[in-house]
């Protein structure tokens, strides 16, 4: 007993005659009627009684009928199982980054991949770089996204995209009239620096040392966000990732411009260490350095300007 056989049953079933099952299943009527009577042979019963051209099913045929119907009901489960796990249906995915990627570029990220798959749950975890590390580290988190000034032990990176830090200025600030700055324009400058200690503090002053150049140390803080916030209320300038920059342009007062030699910044997706990756991972991980890749090409054509 064949699969082509039920159909043929089933569509002679449905449609009440050989011609019109023919029609359904895109077959011969000839077709059609070899195999009711294989089907008749194997299961050493009559499915139909005939009469002229008119068919009626038989009791056995009836019966028989029921149990096939239990079993295509079977089947139009498993393609809706099916569907449910195409689509992620129940799916959840734990993210970690820091706090201006999870409210601003993870967030829209997120939204975008919702469009898609609606019926996924996805927890945003937000904090300090120790703790991303942490959480991926353990496992707690399926992926992170972190933008890297040097390498993170303890998990898997995956670079997108490298970028080069940006020059922050308050609006209005003597230098915004230059269209590209370099160490010498911040001798004596009040500087907002990331705090002591930090990979990107260190990289920066050692650009200035080798320069040659003093600046006057007038603030620390470690989140690009509060950087931005300080140079806007005229504390002074500061050199930060061109994504926390565009983030804050608007709403906290600054000025962007290019700065030389290059501060390079890596965008990244991270991973836990030893854990294979889901395909719910995988998609959103396309998602992301998609969306990243897309950000930064429009950031880049704009001049670092909005």
Same mark, same amino acid.
């Given at each position: ?94 993210? $970690?980054?820091?706090?201006? @990627? %999870?409210? &601003? ?5 997120? =939204?975008? *991949?919702?469009? #898609?798959? +609606? ?11 120790? $703790?991303?590390?942490?959480? @991926? %580290?353990? &496992? ?5 996204? =972190?933008? *890297?000034?040097? #390498?993170? +032990? ?153």
């Amino acid at each position: 007993m064949h699969l082509r056989h039920i159909e043929a049953f089933r569509a002679v079933m449905q449609a009440g005659s050989m011609t019109a099952a023919a029609r359904r299943v895109h077959t011969s009527q000839p077709q059609i009627s070899r195999l009711i009577a294989q089907l008749e042979t194997l299961t050493q019963f009559p499915l139909f009684e005939r009469n002229g051209s008119r068919l009626a099913p038989t009791q056995d045929g009836l019966r028989f009928y029921q149990e096939v119907e239990k079993t295509f009901s079977g089947l139009a489960g498993l393609e809706t199982a099916a569907a449910g796990i195409r689509a992620f249906s129940a799916g959840r995915l734990s993210v $970690a980054a820091m706090p201006r @990627l %999870a409210g &601003g570029l993870l967030a829209r990220i997120v =939204a975008r *991949l919702k469009q #898609d798959y +609606p019926d996924i749950m996805v927890s945003i975890h937000s904090g300090n770089g120790g $703790a991303v590390r942490e959480w @991926l %580290a353990s &496992g707690f988190c399926d992926a992170g996204m =972190a933008l *890297l000034y040097d #390498d993170e +032990p303890g998990v898997q990176i995956e670079p997108v995209l490298t970028m080069h830090c940006t020059a922050v200025l308050p609006k209005g600030h003597r230098l915004a009239a230059l269209p590209r700055l370099r160490p010498a324009h911040f001798a004596d400058e009040p500087f907002v620096s990331f705090p002591a200690g930090t990979a990107i503090r260190e990289r920066i002053d050692r650009i200035f040392t080798q320069a040659g150049v003093e600046r006057r140390i007038a603030a620390e803080a470690g989140l690009g966000a509060s950087i931005c916030a300080l140079v806007g209320m005229g504390m002074g300038v500061s050199l930060i990732n061109p994504l926390a920059a565009r983030e804050e342009q608007h709403s906290t007062g600054i000025e962007l411009r290019p700065f030389a030699p290059a501060v390079p910044v890596v965008a990244a997706l991270l991973y836990p260490p030893y854990q294979q990756r889901t395909r719910l991972v995988d998609v959103f991980s396309q998602y992301a350095s998609e969306f990243m890749q897309r950000e930064m090409a429009e950031f880049k054509v704009r001049g670092g300007r909005r």
